[in-house]
């Protein structure tokens, strides 16, 4: 059974920062195209960044040089630390996983993150 469990969530002040942690099972982590998603209240659910088998990663305009995804392929978990955090960044974050060349994948439960003074 495939489990991504995300952790790392809360509240921080605006310009603060925090990383968020998906522990990967059940799949071979080293396999899969890593993603965070978010959701903000009221907006659709939208990219964050990726981080590819082959060691690519690519981020929403919004987010670059704020956000830096890693990925520890030895301990199966994927890493998004968010620094400069802003008030509109408040959302609910989700880890996604994909395989390689497939349509196959899996979702997060999603943590929250709540930028506020």
């Known amino acids: 059974q495939v489990q991504l469990v995300e952790s790392g969530g809360g509240l921080v002040q605006p310009g603060g920062s925090l990383r968020l942690s998906c522990a990967a099972s059940?799949?071979?982590?080293?396999?899969?195209?890593m993603s965070w998603y978010r959701r903000a209240p009221g907006k659709e659910r939208e990219l964050v960044g990726i981080?590819?088998?082959?060691?690519?990663?690519n981020y929403a305009d919004s987010m670059k040089g704020r956000f830096t995804i890693s990925r520890d392929n030895a301990k199966n978990t994927v890493y998004l630390q968010m620094n400069s955090l802003k008030p509109e960044d408040t959302a609910v974050y989700y880890c996604?996983?994909?395989?390689?060349?497939?349509?196959?994948?899996?979702w997060g439960q999603g943590t929250q993150v709540t930028v506020s003074s």
């Open positions: 996604h996983a994909r395989l390689y060349l497939s349509s196959l994948a899996y």
């Open positions: 059940g799949l071979t982590f080293s396999m899969y195209d």
């Open positions: 981080f590819t088998t082959g060691g690519v990663t």
